[in-house]
């Protein structure tokens, strides 16, 4: 079963892009998603579907939840939309974890 975990910039003035096209994908789930965004800010309020989780990372940079919910086998996939974090994300993952 896909336990999708979507990391995911929603920072006011870059964000938009971002939360737009990774809401565009989530249409075609199923299954219930955990979202971890960037600390809250002015960007519109969003409709998350209400089957899905939303996390709130300490800041811009951070993916500790999201690292949490891995280790806790929420999450077996997992999708970035986040310039700043791809790479430094993608090292510290399991390695069966698909990114």
Request: charged share 25%; net charge positive; proline share 5%.
């Amino acid at each position: 079963m896909l336990k999708l975990g979507i990391r995911v910039s929603n920072l006011e003035k870059h964000g938009s892009g971002h939360i737009k096209r990774c809401m565009a994908i989530r249409e075609y789930i199923k299954n219930p998603v955990y979202w971890f965004l960037d600390k809250p800010n002015n960007l519109k309020i969003i409709d998350f579907p209400k089957t899905d989780k939303i996390f709130i990372e300490k800041g811009k940079i951070q993916y500790k939840s999201l690292l949490s919910r891995i280790r806790e086998n929420k999450i077996n996939v997992v999708l970035i939309d986040h310039i700043q974090i791809t790479n430094k994300l993608k090292i510290n993952l399991p390695s069966n974890i698909p990114v």
